[in-house]
């Protein structure tokens, strides 16, 4: 199954991101490497939010969720998870 995370930053997100932000990617790319994250990556201009593509279940999203430095440190204002039904495109991709 594949989903979508979504999170909402703090307005002040890019000066306090930088002690965190090698702990966030290497989380990130540990479930790159397994094959759960697929793509990620924050919005630019603003930079107010990202989205994150998992495959894999519900509980990998929370689980991420609940380990990752930025929710942690207050980062993130809010999360939200969708499931996702991709209809075009190469699923395996990634």
């Known amino acids: 199954?594949?989903?979508?995370?979504?999170?909402?930053y703090v307005?002040?997100?890019l000066e306090r991101r930088g002690p965190l932000r090698p702990a966030h990617l290497a989380l990130l790319q540990d479930l790159r490497a397994r094959g759960v994250v697929r793509?990620?990556?924050?919005?630019a201009e603003p930079v107010d939010g990202a989205v994150f593509v998992f495959k894999g279940t519900?509980?990998?999203v929370e689980a991420f969720v609940?380990?990752?430095p930025y929710v942690a440190a207050g980062l993130v204002r809010d999360w939200s998870v969708r499931s996702w039904n991709v209809?075009?495109?190469?699923?395996?991709a990634g």
């Open 1 to 8: 199954m594949w989903w979508l995370l979504f999170y909402d």
């Open 11 to 13: 307005p002040e997100v």
């Open 39 to 43: 793509l990620a990556g924050a919005f």
């Open 58 to 60: 519900r509980e990998d």
């Open 66 to 68: 609940r380990a990752d």
């Open 87 to 92: 209809v075009v495109g190469d699923e395996e």
